[in-house]
């Protein structure tokens, strides 16, 4: 097997999603309003939710990945699974962080309870179980087994762990901007151009991953 | 009665079986050997459906063990290396919920003297953890006579023994041979394999190099396989 | 044979007492520290008391679940269960019983101690508590029951437990929680009935999941 950019069609993807990315983030920086009370703070927004439901995206993923792959054994929807869940823990991780980024100006402090980043923080913590499972669950064959039954524990347990912080504390408001089909063009639209490059990013990222994992060969890691 | 066809396994991407395909016919006696640690046992538990393959099927009664119900390995009897009991239950505890879940009711008398000519009358009541284990191997030996099998795999039926016990296994093994009783054992005896068994399996590297009624069996091939 | 699997587990309880023991020490040991570590008012024991409970139930739990399963793998005792023709499904729901069972026996003995030692006075419809209490229970063996099929075999299987287990645990600890500060604080049942019907739901999913999908991690 070539390496990943040898082939022309991934070459081009790269680059396009390269060029997208970077115009993305020029394009949020001069073309979205101003909210008042927020400035530049609010900008973060429109990295942080794309990022956060690229995150979900891929934690959706790996469940899928993982009824599949305990349906028919093909070794491809273990390497999904495992590459979703690296991809949506750096996605998750990212979100824990701008999180706080865009909650210090706006509340004042670095962390808040607030449902959706603490539904994050909750499953990240499953993730780090998920990777810890992988490493020391046995052999990679039986931990692909394992591992395929953990995503999709995970990803079902999503909606109850929601609804259950959602309305856990009631001083612990939605982030600004709940609503954002009700938001005017202004912001809805880059929001929604973020949100598309942003699941570019993440399915070419999928991509190279998957092309990594299958051209390692496992067995070099035990010399 | 069983058709093992594929079966593949491998542990930290070190294949340990590659594409073992065999037959088992109402009846037959098999011996199955090799080197230490080249996957009789596992091959074992794989047909018991404590191990999991990475490829292949095991049909059983024109079921396929990992697809189909579990009650369609109703008649599976697996005897490991291990015990496989819990210690801190007694003999006839244990003895009670073993044949509970193969679906045998058996009468606290017929395992009382069941365990009595396999030569465990005394401490039939204190948790098996005290047990020997030569002892551990005898209460093998009444489970399968209490339990209702079509199919036995039993790993090392004479680990442990002492000379008594071992007479008292080979009248048990005989008795079942007697009456057509379908078995496979894992043995490192390749005389008595060859002696009671009427087919001879040898495992070497991932493979079945040997296949073959015990009677038309050349013994230098064993033993060269067995290098 | 599901009743015959349970009734091995309480029996195999009944011999060696490890899993009572151990959730009832260990949550005797906690109360004790937490009383000692936060020595406030009887009107702020009040307030965390609830959760507190939960808590260590749930620290508890993660104990007894280990040794349930520890206790299977001594002599190879589980490939009995597991070549033997039981749908491995039943197998998971007697694992789920039998563990609530005994998480209840344990808590027996710990609740009085609790009580004594915050200070707390009980409302008098204690059915309701106990209804709370069975669900939570039920909430966190299954679960519970799913995740130590996945760690029983790892390495660091005491670690592993607990960290796969807290995470997938946290909508019914806050649910059990409420719902219990819902009952001590005397609140009208209407306005905490959502909590309970969280409770039930995660009982029911992860009853489900488990009965369905662990068949595919019992074996080696």
């Known amino acids: 097997m070539q390496r990943f950019f040898s082939y022309k069609i991934n070459f081009l993807s790269g680059a396009v999603v390269l060029v997208a990315m970077v115009w993305n983030i020029y394009n949020i920086f001069t073309n979205t309003p101003m909210v008042p009370d927020q400035h530049w703070a609010q900008k973060i927004f429109y990295i942080h939710v794309p990022v956060a439901w690229t995150g979900f995206l891929s934690y959706f993923i790996v469940m899928v990945a993982g009824i599949l792959y305990l349906i ?3 070794q491809k929807w273990d390497r999904l699974g495992l590459a979703g869940a690296e991809i949506g823990t750096l996605f998750v ?5 701008t999180g706080p980024i865009w909650a210090k100006p706006i509340w004042g402090t670095w962390w808040t309870w607030e449902p959706r980043l603490t539904t994050t923080l909750i499953l990240f913590l499953i993730y780090v179980g998920y990777f810890m499972l992988r490493s020391f669950g046995g052999h990679p064959e039986r931990t692909s087994r394992y591992a395929a039954v953990l995503g999709i524990i995970a990803f079902i347990d999503v909606p109850i762990i929601f609804y259950s912080v959602r309305f856990w504390e009631v001083q612990f408001q939605s982030h600004p901007q709940v609503e954002i089909t009700q938001q005017n063009s202004d912001i809805f639209i880059p929001f929604l151009i973020s949100l598309i490059i942003f699941t570019m990013l993440f399915s070419f990222m999928l991509r190279f991953r998957m092309h990594v994992l ?6 070099n890691k035990l010399k | 009665m069983l058709s093992v066809a594929n079966i593949s396994k491998s542990f930290y991407h070190n294949p340990v079986l590659k594409n073992l395909s ?14 230490n640690g080249v996957g009789k046992s596992t091959l074992l538990r794989i047909l018991a459906r404590i191990s999991h393959p990475d490829g292949g099927t095991v049909i059983y009664n024109d079921v396929d063990i990992f697809k189909g119900k579990a009650s369609a390995r109703r008649g599976i009897l697996y005897l490991g290396h291990e015990p496989g009991l819990y210690p801190s239950l007694s003999a006839i505890e244990n003895i009670e919920f073993a044949c509970r879940i193969h679906g045998a009711f058996p009468v606290a008398e017929d395992i009382i003297i069941t365990l009595k000519n396999i030569g465990l009358s005394e401490q039939i ?5 005290i047990y020997s284990k030569g002892m551990l191997q005898r209460l093998k030996y009444a489970l399968a006579n209490l339990l209702p099998w079509s199919i036995l795999f039993f790993d090392e039926p004479f680990s442990g023994l002492d000379i008594e016990g071992k007479n008292l296994a080979l009248d048990c093994l005989n008795t079942w041979k007697m009456k057509d009783r379908t078995m496979i054992f894992v043995t490192h005896d390749v005389e008595w394999g060859l002696s009671f068994c009427n087919r001879l399996l040898l495992l070497a590297a991932g493979s079945l190099k040997i296949d073959q009624n015990a009677d038309s069996i050349d013994v230098k091939s064993i033993m060269s396989g067995l290098q | 044979m599901f009743w015959s699997l349970v ?8 011999r060696t007492k490890e899993i009572t023991i151990s959730m009832l020490a260990f949550g005797l040991a906690t109360v004790l520290i937490y009383a000692l570590a936060f020595s406030v008012s009887p009107a702020m024991y009040r307030s965390f008391a609830p959760g507190l409970f939960w808590v260590i139930i749930l620290f508890a739990s993660a104990l007894g679940l280990h040794r349930m399963f520890v206790l299977e793998k001594e ?12 749908d491995r499904g039943i197998i998971f729901l007697a694992k789920w019983i039998s563990g609530t069972i005994l998480l209840i026996i344990s808590e027996i003995v710990i609740i009085p101690p609790f009580v004594l030692f915050m200070g707390l006075s009980l409302p008098n419809n204690w059915l309701i508590m106990i209804m709370i209490i069975i669900i939570g229970n039920l909430g966190i063996m299954a679960i519970g029951s799913l995740v130590s099929g996945l760690a029983m075999r790892a390495k660091m299987s005491e670690i592993l437990l607990p960290i796969l287990l807290f995470p997938l645990v946290s909508p019914l600890l806050i649910g059990s929680v409420k719902a219990t500060n819902g009952w001590f604080q005397g ?3 209407m306005n905490w009935q959502f909590w309970v019907l969280l409770m039930i739901t995660f009982v029911v999913v992860f009853a489900l999941l488990g009965y369905t999908i662990f068949d595919h991690i019992t074996e080696e």
Not at chain 2, 125 to 129: L, Q, S, T, V, Y
Request: net charge neutral; no cysteine.
């Open chain 1, 72 to 74: 028919n054994k093909e």
């Open chain 3, 7 to 14: 009734r091995k587990d309480l029996l195999l309880e009944l």
């Open chain 1, 214 to 219: 299958k051209i390692i060969n496992p067995r």
């Open chain 1, 93 to 97: 991780t990212l979100v824990l962080i």
């Open chain 2, 22 to 35: 065999f037959r088992v016919d109402d009846g037959d006696v098999i011996a199955l050997t090799g080197k």
């Open chain 3, 75 to 86: 002599f190879d005792a589980f490939s009995l269960s597991i070549s033997a023709p039981v």
């Open chain 3, 187 to 189: 609140i009208p049942f």
């Open chain 2, 125 to 129: 009541n204190d948790p098996i953890k």
